[in-house]
């Protein structure tokens, strides 16, 4: 049983940067691949970023390309988020999530855990 703590969410200015933290604990995490999912009052939970096991491949939803960027350290069990260039349109509950396997990245439905979540709210 995998248990993920999201950190680093908070209030900042459109136009500036957060750094989120997802740390893993209760299994083998460079076994997992590890995804960023956000979900807005009122709508569905989107994809954000993801990265397979080994760091090596990542993968960005269009909407957070160029200004997001995921990374992991297995020797920290964690995974982050730097978030740049934040707009008011960024704001959500951010989740990480955890699969040992998935076909596609982007699908929440592939994980099989999942942290609590933490707020980032962009103000304008």
């Known amino acids: 049983q995998v248990q993920l703590v999201e950190s680093g969410g908070g209030l900042v200015q459109a136009g500036g940067s957060l750094r989120l933290s997802c740390a893993a604990s209760?299994?083998?995490?460079?076994?997992?691949?590890m995804g960023w999912f956000r979900q807005a009052p009122g709508k569905e939970r989107e994809f954000v970023a993801a990265t397979r096991w080994s760091g090596g491949s990542t993968y960005y939803a269009d909407s957070v390309k160029g200004r997001f960027t995921i990374s992991r350290d297995n020797a920290k069990n964690t995974v982050y988020l730097e978030m740049n260039s934040l707009r008011p349109e960024d704001t959500a509950v951010y989740y990480c999530?955890?699969?040992?396997?998935?076909?596609?990245?982007?699908?929440?439905?592939?994980?099989?855990?999942w942290g609590q979540g933490t707020q980032v709210t962009v103000s304008s």
């Open positions: 209760g299994g083998t995490f460079s076994r997992y691949a």
């Open positions: 999530a955890a699969t040992e396997w998935a076909r596609r990245l982007s699908d929440y439905l592939e994980y099989i855990y």
